[in-house]
């Protein structure tokens, strides 16, 4: 199916909404850190991926005040934390709508225009020049590539020397067989989950999973570490239940860096 852009992201900022992600107030202001709502537990895990982002990352480089790119930032709450402890932080989306997009953060900007900039752009081609920032950090976004070694060499090529690429809240398997098992089981679920958006949601040819093998292909030069992560006891438990009820093994998230040569 032949999908512009423009209809992808008007319909998938559409099911965000259906699905109760557009947050303002008090909730925008909370996150990472939610915990009422449909996706609560959801953001337990991602407010760990965060903190260990923090600690290991950006509080490890030793210095008062950090350029940092987040990679697919939505709303802009990680935008908004890594502003508060005195960073300079820019919010890439290719999404500017005001449901969870670029357009959302304007709540955490109101009377504040200097916390953050916001870009709206494609992974594939960063509008900023080369080395201009210490971080960059996909924010729950590597998956969406379409073209993992273009997506990751402009990742490096706007990060200094030195500088570190990380990886939040992204899949990852230990095999590639499973993460196509993940893949085929959300196509034959779309129809339900989607409804009349399903064609057009699933329309993009997006990687939707990493391997620490498909990882290290995409770009050879970077060489990638993984921290792991302390989840929620009930996420930890995941691959034990899938294990039980005969299912393949569930993804981790985790925390994947490389420092750029």
């Known amino acids: 199916m032949n999908v512009q852009p423009a209809q ?12 109760g992600r557009g947050y303002s107030g008090v909730e925008l202001f909370a996150l990472p850190d939610l915990r009422t709502g449909p996706f609560a537990r959801q953001w337990t895990v991602r407010a760990r991926s965060f903190a260990a982002f923090v600690r290991h990352v950006v509080k490890a480089a030793e210095r008062p005040q950090l350029h940092i790119l ?23 989306d290719v999404r500017d709508d005001a449901i969870d997009g670029l357009g959302a953060a304007a ?31 996909f924010n729950a976004s590597l998956h969406y590539a379409t073209d993992l ?31 196509e098992a993940m893949v085929a089981e959300k196509r034959a679920r779309a129809d339900a989950v989607f409804g009349a958006r399903a064609d057009v949601l699933l329309a993009p040819a997006f990687i939707e999973y990493l391997t620490p093998e498909r990882l290290a292909a995409a ?9 792991r992560v302390r989840y929620p006891l009930w996420y930890e438990l995941r691959p034990l239940a899938a294990r039980l009820k005969g ?8 925390l994947w860096t490389a420092r750029v040569p």
Do not use: Q
């Open 8 to 19: 992808f992201f008007r319909e998938y900022a559409l099911h965000r909404a259906a699905e």
């Open 70 to 92: 987040d990679l697919g930032a939505g709303n802009g709450w990680l935008c908004h934390r890594l502003a508060r402890l005195g960073h300079k932080p820019v919010a890439l």
């Open 107 to 137: 709540e955490f900007l109101r009377g504040r225009p200097e916390l953050f900039e916001r870009v709206a752009a494609s992974f594939d081609a960063l509008p900023f020049p080369a080395e201009r920032f210490d971080i960059t950090v």
């Open 149 to 179: 070694g273009c997506t990751l060499f402009e990742a490096s090529r706007v990060t200094r020397s030195g500088g570190v690429i990380a990886i939040l809240d992204s899949p990852f398997y230990e095999s590639a067989s499973d993460g």
């Open 219 to 227: 770009m050879p030069a970077l060489g990638w570490s993984r921290r």
């Open 247 to 254: 299912r393949r093994k569930p993804s981790r998230f985790d």
